[in-house]
T-cell receptor, first 111, second 116 residues
Framework: AQSVTQLDSHVSVSEGTPVLLRCNYSSSYSPSLFWYVQHPNKGLQLLLKYTSAATLVKGINGFEAEFKKSETSFHLTKPSAHMSDAAEYFCVASNDYKLSFGAGTTVTVRA | GAVVSQHPSRVICKSGTSVKIECRSLDFQATTMFWYRQFPKQSLMLMATSNEGSKATYEQGVEKDKFLINHASLTLSTLTVTSAHPEDSSFYIC????????????FGPGTRLTVT
């Protein structure tokens, strides 16, 4: 069994400042891990994925995440937030074909 | 590549009627398709998994007679909400995966269903 915990339900940042979204997972073995973004009334867009290769994963729109097995974490970061980053973010773990979703983190960006 | 579409994007129907939602993989053959439901400000809840040509596997608590899933081809899956009621109003999202990469799913843009 696997589960995903997103430690923050809501993150608010000023435009141009760093963003950190925290995610911890539990799994019997190393899962594949993903971060998705969802804008209002839209589907999910893949930001980045970890599949047992490099532990530091770079994604689209300046996002990156680091897989830390010792901490069972896969935190998402971006050095400088943009207004368009305001959205819902989901951390997801995959074991074979079934996905486990975190509860989501709402990001708001202040001008 | 790996684009998934859904139709319609929004639908309003009257209570007691049925509504069909289509999910298509546009540029790849999807061996497996998934249907999710998302309530406001909540995460996605897996409803069922379907493989082309076989019956869908429903998650616990999902009524298979109410949510009919058909996966007739490698590029099309449909979800029919039968005898819809207001409590079925939700955002329905489908996804698809390749046989070569079952761990990764490509998501459609979602369908907003409102039952009046």
């Amino acid at each position: 069994a696997q589960s995903v915990t997103q430690l923050d339900s809501h993150v608010s940042v000023s435009e141009g400042t760093p963003v950190l979204l925290r995610c911890n997972y539990s799994s019997s073995y190393s899962p594949s891990l993903f971060w998705y973004v969802q804008h209002p009334n839209k589907g999910l867009q893949l930001l980045l994925k970890y599949t047992s290769a490099a532990t530091l994963v770079k994604g689209i729109n300046g996002f990156e995440a680091e897989f830390k097995k010792s901490e069972t974490s896969f935190h998402l970061t971006k050095p400088s937030a943009h207004m368009s980053d305001a959205a819902e973010y989901f951390c997801v773990a995959s074991n074979d074909y079934k996905l486990s979703f975190g509860a989501g983190t709402t990001v708001t960006v202040r001008a | 590549g790996a684009v998934v579409s859904q139709h319609p994007s929004r639908v309003i129907c009257k209570s007691g009627t049925s509504v069909k939602i289509e999910c298509r993989s546009l540029d790849f053959q999807a061996t497996t398709m998934f249907w999710y439901r998302q309530f406001p400000k909540q995460s996605l809840m897996l409803m069922a998994t379907s493989n082309e040509g076989s019956k869908a596997t429903y998650e616990q608590g999902v009524e298979k007679d109410k949510f009919l899933i058909n996966h007739a081809s490698l590029t099309l899956s449909t979800l029919t909400v039968t005898s819809a009621h207001p409590e079925d109003s939700s955002f329905y999202i489908c996804s698809a995966s390749l046989a070569s990469a079952r761990y990764e799913q490509y998501f459609g843009p979602g369908t907003r269903l409102t039952v009046t």
